[in-house]
């Protein structure tokens, strides 16, 4: 919802003004039947100025006028990394003291199929000399090791987790028998375009961790193209 128009026009709104995207004019589009579809849109050069100095100020509220909606398929482990992002805002509904902040995911209360589960490849060594993050790849043996002790554990757990059912016993006790951080989960994550742009500048960094980073390419990839301005002057690039 929205695009980088709208965080220009959410600035300007303090002083009464309103921009409008500049255009190399209209044409019909034959795919959809639609007219007066407008050529190249963009932003005038003030605008893009005006962009820039939001975003080197720090005047963000602006960014959180466009709002974005995706749904993430993951282990347990990653989507954990995904909850500080979210709207941005705090309003309340006048009747409600739910906030507009949204996040949904898939419930093993309700949901029965069968359960998948992130098994690496590679296994990382602990740093030297920090707290967290990784090392290092570990040795192909350790690897091998690993892997197959995962796997040996995610097999005995599902085993008893399928029993559980078939004797009766309730989803949302039986899913305790479940190794949960690595277990694939489905999310629907919305977010202000603030909460995208702090996610990929937190999670694309060279330190984080290479499961969220691989998914925060991915929203990059979706995200940026709607929004070319704002990731330009937040320097978020391939």
């Not at 963000?60 to 482990?77: G, K, N, Q, W």
């Not at 990394?81 to 006048?94: A, D, I, M, T």
Request: contains cysteine.
């Amino acid at each position: 919802m929205g695009s980088d128009l709208s965080v220009v026009n959410a600035a300007r709104v303090s002083f009464n003004k309103e921009s409008e995207l500049v255009v190399d004019g209209y044409i019909h589009d034959n795919e959809t039947g639609a007219d007066h579809v407008p050529v190249n849109p963009r932003l005038n050069a003030a605008d893009k100025r005006l962009l820039r100095y939001l975003a080197e100020h720090n005047h963000t509220s602006p960014f959180r006028h466009a709002v974005l909606s995706f749904e993430i398929y993951t282990p347990l482990m990653v989507m954990r990394q995904f909850g500080k992002y979210r709207v941005g805002s705090s309003w309340l509904f006048e009747d409600s003291d739910d906030s507009i902040e949204t996040w949904n995911e898939s419930s093993r209360r309700y949901v029965t199929e069968e359960p998948v589960f992130y098994i690496p490849d590679v296994w990382r060594s602990a740093p030297e000399h920090k707290k967290q993050g990784s090392g290092e790849p570990s040795p192909d043996y350790t690897n091998i090791l690993f892997s197959n002790l995962l796997q040996q554990r995610v097999e005995h757990c599902s085993d008893l987790y399928e029993k559980a059912l078939k004797n009766g016993i309730c989803a949302e006790q039986a899913r305790l028998f479940l190794p949960a951080y690595a277990m694939y989960i489905r999310a629907r994550w919305t977010v202000s375009l603030q909460g995208v742009i702090h996610f990929l500048q937190q999670r694309l960094a060279e330190e984080s961790q290479w499961e969220i980073q691989q998914f925060a390419e991915a929203v990059r990839e979706l995200a940026q193209p709607r929004f070319p301005e704002s990731f330009e002057v937040f320097n978020i690039h391939v």
